[in-house]
């Protein structure tokens, strides 16, 4: 489990693939001394496990689900990747619950500047759009954001200046894709409530009350 705080900015070294997959060959810069065989590593929020570690360039085995979900098959070598480490269990939870398991991809479709502040928005599909809810939180690339307006094919979130330099969202151009994976607490709500309800006449509020909510 990861908290959305990314540590660091990694570099993409070599892309090989492989039967129905690829390996990543990451530069792990300062974060590897902590890095083990086998462990997880959140990587522009795709959640991988390191299979071969030399000096600080670790290597990691992508399926071609994760390929199919992700924006992972679309890096470049060289390319800017956020970084972050499995949670500690003793270690302070300063963003939201991050899984590493991508929900999909967005597009970046403006970035406008309200003082020291951005305001960046995003297109995407309806399973993600519906599964977001203002003031809630969003991972986009790895990092823990808020959700600060939602439309019907669209949500913007704030970026204050630190985020924004300490991430590679800061290396986005327009139509540019992102992993999201939206909030877990939020997905299991609204599955918990689409199992109960009968699909076909949706939800109300008599059959909330009829249910005890």
């Given at each position: 489990?990861?908290?959305?705080?990314?540590?660091?900015?990694?570099?993409?070294?070599?892309?090989?693939?492989?039967?129905?997959?690829?390996?990543?060959?990451?530069?792990?810069?300062?974060?590897?001394?902590?890095?083990?065989?086998?462990?997880?590593?959140?990587?522009?929020?795709?959640?991988?496990?390191?299979?071969?570690?030399?000096?600080?360039i670790a290597?990691?085995?992508?399926?071609?689900?994760?390929?199919?979900?992700?924006?992972?098959?679309?890096?470049?070598?060289?390319?800017?990747?956020?970084?972050?480490?499995?949670?500690?269990?003793?270690?302070?939870?300063?963003?939201?619950?991050?899984?590493?398991?991508?929900?999909?991809?967005?597009?970046?479709?403006?970035?406008?500047?309200?003082?020291?502040?951005?305001?960046?928005?995003?297109?995407?599909?309806?399973d993600i759009?519906?599964?977001?809810?203002?003031?809630?939180?969003?991972?986009?690339?790895?990092?823990?954001?808020?959700?600060?307006?939602?439309?019907?094919?669209?949500?913007?979130?704030?970026?204050?200046?630190?985020?924004?330099?300490?991430?590679?969202?800061?290396?986005?151009?327009?139509?540019?894709?992102?992993?999201?994976?939206?909030?877990?607490?939020?997905?299991?709500?609204?599955?918990?409530?689409?199992?109960?309800?009968?699909?076909?006449?949706?939800?109300?509020?008599?059959?909330?009350?009829?249910?005890?909510?």
């Open positions: 489990m990861f908290t959305g705080l990314i540590e660091q900015i990694g570099i993409i070294k070599n892309i090989h693939a492989k039967s129905q997959g690829l390996v990543l060959s990451v530069d792990l810069v300062k974060l590897y001394p902590q890095v083990k065989l086998g462990d997880s590593v959140a990587i522009n929020g795709v959640c991988l496990s390191a299979t071969s570690l030399d000096a600080n290597k990691f085995d992508v399926s071609g689900e994760t390929l199919a979900k992700s924006t992972i098959s679309s890096l470049k070598v060289g390319a800017k990747v956020n970084l972050e480490l499995a949670m500690k269990a003793d270690g302070r939870f300063g963003g939201h619950i991050v899984q590493g398991h991508v929900d999909g991809i967005a597009k970046l479709s403006s970035v406008k500047q309200q003082g020291d502040f951005l305001e960046v928005t995003f297109t995407a599909e309806q759009i519906r599964s977001l809810v203002p003031k809630g939180s969003v991972s986009i690339n790895g990092v823990s954001l808020t959700v600060a307006k939602l439309g019907k094919r669209d949500f913007s979130i704030a970026i204050i200046p630190v985020t924004w330099q300490e991430t590679n969202l800061s290396e986005l151009r327009i139509n540019d894709s992102v992993n999201i994976e939206t909030d877990i607490i939020v997905k299991t709500i609204k599955s918990q409530l689409e199992n109960m309800l009968d699909s076909r006449d949706g939800l109300t509020i008599e059959k909330l009350k009829s249910l005890g909510f």
